[in-house]
């Protein structure tokens, strides 16, 4: 194994945020963004479900009205003509044969009343029950449109902070790929899924931290000053770089890449550093 020590950089990079916060609120974004999709493919097919079982349902009580409608017709057909009969026999009889008759009409009469009552009824409450599903329709379609532009507002956002991220020339002089300074920004990168990335958060000690495909070991670190120093192995070779400063490309190849992996740094403290490893998705070994 061999040792590289690499030139100090000047200061000019400000302390970030914190990054605890900044990862929890990307997290939180990450997740909101995952549960509206969700939501959105959801409430479509809740939506298509049940505008298909209740469009089934009116029919079916259409179906039911429209065969109701032609019974009560018939029965009440059926009791007028009873009643008109009984009337004319009243009408033509005499005594108590008369009274009997004048209640048997009268009888025929209540019925026919409470057999119109009953249909008007019946087809109030299959009003009711077609207005209610057209309601539920509205609110479901509603809740539909209204997690749609949660979504689209989601993403806006996200796109809103992949153009607001910057390409910085790393350690090693290559112009870099955009870096994330928070955990809402490196949520962005990985969406556009230009490279693979590995967050890491690395205290000093003796034993190597393993991020990905390599061993890397934090030696110092200065939080007042955001700096640190770090070894990295990688296709059995050691390298060293020395006091670095967070959001800097820390930049190094390995023999299956032409481009260089990045490390980033966002976060230094008195134990130890957090940040991500950016490793190219396409390997393909350097002439």
């Known amino acids: 194994m061999s040792n590289m020590n690499d030139n100090e950089l000047h200061e000019g990079l400000h302390k970030s945020p ?18 509206l999709f969700w939501r959105v493919q959801h409430l479509e097919t809740v939506t298509a479900q049940w505008t298909a079982a209740t469009s089934q349902q009116i029919t079916e009580l259409r179906g039911a009205v429209s065969e109701s409608d032609s ?17 004319r026999q009243a009408d033509s009889t005499a005594g108590q044969a008369k009274i009997d008759a004048q209640r048997h009409a009268e009888q025929l009469a ?32 509603s809740d539909v449109a209204a997690t749609k532009s949660d979504v689209a507002a989601t993403k806006s956002q996200l796109d809103s902070t992949v153009a607001d991220l910057k390409r910085v020339t790393g350690d ?38 393993k991020v990905a495909n390599l061993q890397l070991w934090v030696k110092k670190t200065d939080a007042k000053r955001n700096r640190f120093t770090i070894t990295i192995l990688a296709d059995d ?51």
Request: charged content about 25%; overall charge positive; glycine content about 4%.
């Open 110 to 141: 209540k019925r026919l009343a409470d057999a119109q009552k009953q249909q008007q009824q019946e087809l109030t409450e299959i009003q009711q029950n077609a207005a209610t599903a057209n309601t539920k329709i509205d609110g479901v379609t």
């Open 172 to 209: 090693m002089g290559v112009l870099s790929d955009r870096i994330a300074t928070n955990g809402q920004e490196l949520t962005a990168l990985k969406k556009l899924g230009e490279r693979n990335y590995f967050e890491f958060t690395i205290v000093k000690s003796k034993a190597p931290h």
């Open 237 to 287: 070779k050691t390298v060293e770089k020395r006091d670095r400063t967070i959001n800097e490309p820390v930049q190094f190849y390995v023999s299956k890449s032409r481009q260089p992996y990045e490390l980033v740094v966002n976060q230094v403290t008195k134990d130890g550093i957090t940040g991500y490893l950016a490793e190219p998705k396409v390997e393909m070994a350097r002439n």
């Open 18 to 35: 914190s990054f605890a916060a900044m990862v929890t609120v990307a997290l939180l974004l990450f997740a909101c963004s995952v549960y």
């Open 71 to 87: 019974t009560q017709v018939k029965k009440m057909a059926a009791l007028e003509r009873d009643l008109e009969e009984a009337r």
